[in-house]
Every structure is written in C-alpha cells, then in structure tokens.
C-alpha cells in the first residue's frame, strides 16, 4: 500500500501486516517515480491500482516508468485528460462512468462500473444500537422527543448544507423539536463562514450543531432519526450506503449516482437538489409517518445487503485487475501496488 505520509491506509494496511510505502507522490524530479519503480521491479509487481487525482497520475506514469499495468477508480468527475492512459479505468456509479467516457474519453472498453461497498453493522454493533443511540443522543444533549436530522459529508459547498439550513425554518414551524446535526470537517473557510451567516439570520445556532470530523459516524447513526443528503452532485455516495444498512429513513437529492443505490419512495425519498422547499416537504412527510420510514428502512437494508456487499463487489474488482495483467501475470493470484 502507498500512500501519504500519516494516511489512514497506511496505518489499517500496517496493522494487517501489509507492506507499505510513505510517499508524496511527487512527479518532478522524477527520483520518487523511479523510487516506487524499483519497489514494483524488485517485488515483481504485477498491477499498480489508484485511487484520488494526484495518486492516478502518479500510477499513469508508473505505468510507463515501472512498465506495469495501471488501473485507476474514478471517485469524482473532473476534466483530467490522464484518465484515457489507464489500461482500466473503475466507475464506482455509472454516472461516473459515463462523465469519463463523454469527457475524459475514456474508451468505452476501458472503463466499467463497479460500485463502492460497505460492510453490514456487526452483530454486536446491531444488538447494542438502543444502548449506542442512548449514549450519543446524550453526548449531543438531545431531548427524548427531538427529532434529530443528520447530515454527513465534509462542509463544502458541494454536499449541500446551505439548502438544508434554508430548509430549517419550515422544519421547525411544523416540527419544533427538530434538531440538525452536521457531521464532516471543512476545507474552505469561505463557504463555513456563508453557514454561519446563515444560521445567523435565521437564528438557528441553537438548532443547529457542527461536529466536525468523527470517526464514529456509525455510532452517530444510531442516534439520528433521519439522514439527509442534499448534495449538489455525488458520483455514489458512502454516506448514504453506511445509513441505509444502518437503518435510517433517508432523503437525498437526485444527483449523479444517488438513484442508482436509492429508489424514489422504495428504499427512500429523492428531491431536486437546491431546493429547501421539497427538502422540509420531505423530511416532514417521514417525521409524519412511522410506518413510511419503516417500510422505506426494510428495503434499503436489503438493497444495500444483496447489491452491496464487500463479497461481491471485490470479486468483480479482483476480475478487472486479473484481466488487466493478461500473460505478463506471473504470481496467481495478481498482486497489486494501491495508491
């Protein structure tokens, strides 16, 4: 595993007893390319697999560095022109698929969706959800009766705080107990200051918490009584996934690759994005109607359980990497560098 200094991949890799290797990933000068290089020659390296911008161009030119095959997934949709030099690029929504295929131009033979995955919440972890939602609905100070409204996703204008907090004021006309609890840190100062205006003028800070970046999201789950997602685009969200097999009534807005995991009042409730009014609307139809979120957190359980899992997601992946190698393959099954 290559990755950043302090990176969590590393740390999880290095506990499992995997080899690692701390880079930065720099391109010029070219020593950490031939660095890594020599790492893939010497422990006969069969595929190089990358995830996040800087990491697939650093694989794109390992490929010709190292003479080894490279196959990036697609997180996200940017004009980057590096994605075509992939012998395999991995859609993780075929949304992003198609943005690659269209922009990027990606090969139509080079590119395939296979969808993120998340592991079902433990036995332990399923058992203990009452005495979990206690302790976290006490560590937030929230009442038995407040209806608590979660919102995970680093603040950035992107996953759409804004629309939700313009959203509140109706919320709250017709449900005071409701509370909004937003979980996820920030990178641009700008945008946290445009919330803080907001929740300002519509005297909300009461209403409103910030938690910042957690580590116990799925614990945080359990203590929520609805998970919105009001982004502004998502090429598949894990977000969503992690509430969905935790058993939260979702409303999500319907971008990019959200429709693909989430069926409009099947599984769950899809909304325009930028649009507080359907957003209040819809969050006060499921705080109505015990039995819709029931009925709606039933199906999204066993979507996420039959399409999502780890087991069937890895197999298809480990398939792509196996071709990818082709006769240079020389260990079965291939072994892979992931940056």
């Not at 038995?144 to 709250?172: H, N, S």
């Not at 799925?218 to 977000?239: H, R, T, Y």
Request: aromatic share 6%; hydrophobic share 45%.
């Amino acid at each position: 595993i290559l990755g950043y200094p302090g990176a969590w991949a590393l740390e999880t890799a290095a506990q499992l007893d995997f080899q690692t290797i701390v880079s930065d990933m720099h391109r010029w000068p070219t020593d950490e390319l031939r660095r890594v290089a020599s790492f893939i020659h010497q422990n006969r390296i069969d595929v190089v697999h990358t995830h996040m911008s800087k990491a697939n161009f650093f694989g794109v030119l390992l490929r010709w560095f190292a003479d080894v095959p490279s196959v990036a997934t697609a997180h996200s949709c940017h004009l980057q022109l590096h994605w075509m030099a992939n012998n395999f690029v991995v859609a993780v929504s075929e949304a992003t698929r198609r943005y690659h295929r269209l922009v990027n131009l990606v090969p139509g033979s080079r590119i395939k969706t296979i969808h993120n995955s998340i592991q079902q919440p433990s036995a332990v972890h399923r058992e203990q959800h009452q005495s979990i939602r206690n302790r976290v609905r006490s560590s937030l100070g929230l009442k038995p009766d407040d209806f608590a409204i979660g919102l995970v996703g680093r603040i950035a204008p992107q996953k759409g705080q804004l629309t939700i907090i313009e959203a509140m004021p109706a919320i709250l006309a017709a449900l005071p107990q409701a509370r909004l609890i937003l979980i996820g840190g920030f990178d641009t100062p700008d945008y946290l200051a445009q919330i803080q205006r907001l929740l300002n003028l519509h005297h909300l800070e009461d209403r409103v918490q910030m938690l910042g970046m957690r580590s116990d999201v799925l614990d945080l789950l359990c203590g929520i009584d609805l998970l919105a997602q009001p982004s502004l685009w998502e090429s598949f969200p894990i977000s969503m996934l992690e509430g969905m097999a935790a058993g939260v009534p979702i409303v999500a807005s319907d971008v990019g690759g959200v429709r693909e995991c989430l069926q409009h009042n099947r599984s769950g409730l899809l909304i325009p994005p930028k649009n507080p009014e359907e957003l209040s609307s819809a969050i006060l139809k499921l705080a109505a109607s015990p039995e819709l979120c029931t009925r709606l957190v039933n199906e999204a359980k066993k979507v996420v359980r039959l399409q999502f899992a780890p087991e069937s997601q890895t197999a298809k992946l480990e398939a792509v990497l196996e071709s990818v190698c082709g006769n240079r393959a020389h260990r079965s099954p291939a072994t892979q560098i992931a940056a």
